[in-house]
């Protein structure tokens, strides 16, 4: 079979296999374990959502990946190249690849900085283009995440939220990365504007080539942007699917919990019917034997108690959908 012209011969953008990330606690022997045994694919072109309450590690997940953390163990591949194993030199070059869009926006620009000089800080830091290039380069992302040019010379905080959300992503894309890990990038705004922003993130993935790794606790939002979803239970997948696949059949019990969550389109106060979750999740310092799930599912059996469960294939019409729950063992 022959490719179209530009198609990656390799499909996968990110492989990421058995990543682990514990945090020493400070003043004792015990570790938080945030990220355990974590192995998923995101294809080019592909956005990937990684949901779970607030806590499961998916931030931490996210920077991970990005280099920003460096893991306990396991392997990280972008494009075929491994993240884990480059020199300093090279790693700053691998980081034009993938960008971070960060939930508190405002948090992360600084607030001395004109807007234009925020954007062209990634050129500049890379050597790329003379100050004249640079400001032409400004001006184009500006105007590709929907501000006048005029933005360029105003500081952060004459922006509302969503337009310093805009400038965020502007930064984000500057060095035309593949790969965009995506921090809850609306959950601090305006519903009001959200979808402006989840929009743009859609027409600039389309535009550019971009990759997501969208990380959120809204299942709703995670719907509407994603092809495909890995849920995360106290630092682990525990169900990955096609989006239509995940909401139309979920089979993990946190999956369908987390579903059952959300407020009904036809009755906006209710919730639907299946159980709701009980309880808190476990402490990460002293993740429960056997399923880490186990202390809060409505269908817990004596193995899940002891034995951690695999990842089970459990059929898609289109993709892979695997489960970590013993219910679909053989
Ligand atoms: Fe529930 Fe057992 Fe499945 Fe864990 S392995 S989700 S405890 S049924």
Known sequence: MTLPAGTPVNPDLLAVNGLQKYFPVKGSRRVVHAVEDVTFRLRHGETLGVVGESGCGKSTLGR????????????????????LGLSPRELRMARRDMQLIFQDVYASLDKRQKVGSIIEE??????????????????????????????????????????????????AIALSPKLVVADEPISALDVSIQSQILNLLVDLRKQLGLSYLFISHDMTVVEHICNRVAVMYLGQIVETAPVEDLYSSPRHPYTRALLAAIPRLDHPGQRTQRPLLNGEPPNPENPPPGCRFHTRCPSVMEICRNVSPDEFSVGAEEGFHGVRCHLYGD
């Open 64 to 83: 991970v990946i990005l280099r920003l953390l460096r893991p306990t163990a396991g392997q990280i591949r972008l494009d075929g190249r491994d993240l």
């Open 122 to 171: 990634p050129l500049k830091v890379h050597g790329i283009g003379n100050r004249k290039e640079r400001r032409d380069r400004g001006i184009e992302l500006l105007e590709m995440v929907g501000l006048d040019s005029s933005a360029a010379a105003l500081y952060p905080h004459e922006f509302s939220g969503g337009q310093r959300q805009r400038i965020g992503i502007a930064r």
